[in-house]
């Protein structure tokens, strides 16, 4: 399992392009194969900084989904709204705090 993280910072005049965005394709990214949990998360005191967290079944998946074509369409879109270059991390869970 392969959880991913993308931090992205956008120009404020944007936020509501890409929030639009995001709802219209979230079922698609959601549904996609190998995909099984996605979110969107805003930073509290910055609001134009966002976060996407999703969960996939393998990075072979994930990899599959960024080479997608909805992939490439939707991050096209996403990239013109950004005030700054995003951030991502693949990471694998290791521990549980009991």
Known sequence: MIVR???MTFAEERVEEFLALF???KHLIR???GCTH???????HQPTIFFTYSI???EVQLNHYR?????????AKTQACFANKPQAWSL???TTVD
Not at 38 to 44: I, K
Not at 67 to 75: A, E, G, I, M, P
């Open 92 to 94: 694998v869970h290791t």
């Open 23 to 25: 709802n219209e394709r």
């Open 5 to 7: 993280i993308v931090q």
């Open 67 to 75: 080479f997608s074509s909805l992939f490439k369409d939707t991050w």
């Open 31 to 33: 549904n996609f194969d």
């Open 56 to 58: 996939w079944l393998s």
């Open 38 to 44: 996605l979110e969107l998360w805003q930073d509290a």
